[in-house]
């Protein structure tokens, strides 16, 4: 199961269709917190695609809290955000990021990392 954590709806909808659509079951949440709480209730993931820029707790928070717990450390994480400086990149991947694509991606982009770290 992927757990897409993106505030903007448009954005939440497209990739979950998106990774629905590659043969993937997807749930979703709205920020860090409602992603948080979905994992604490039981739900763990395979796999997280994370937003940066959200209300409540972004996404470097959610993702250092997730690499920060034993029970949660090894699901990787793909930040998927329109941060796309070097800076930002460099800032996912030292918060524990697996992979790091930056807004607007290609589909097969994000469906071929997203395949590839479930493999992993």
């Known amino acids: 199961m992927v757990l897409v954590v993106e505030d903007s709806i448009p954005q939440r909808e497209m990739i979950t269709e998106l990774l629905k659509g590659s043969g993937l079951t997807v ?13 604490q209730a039981g739900h ?3 796999l997280v695609v994370l937003d940066i820029v959200m209300p409540r707790m972004n996404g470097y928070e959610f993702c250092r809290r997730l690499k920060t717990d034993p029970s949660t450390q090894n699901v990787p994480i793909v930040m998927c955000s329109s941060k796309g400086e070097e800076f930002d990149r460099y800032w996912g991947m030292k918060q524990g990021a697996d ?22």
């Open 27 to 39: 749930t979703a949440a709205t920020d860090g917190v409602e992603a948080l709480e979905h994992i």
């Open 99 to 120: 992979a790091y694509i930056a807004k607007p991606f290609q589909p097969t982009e994000l469906v071929g990392t997203v395949k590839q770290l479930l493999r992993g």
């Open 44 to 46: 763990l993931p395979d």
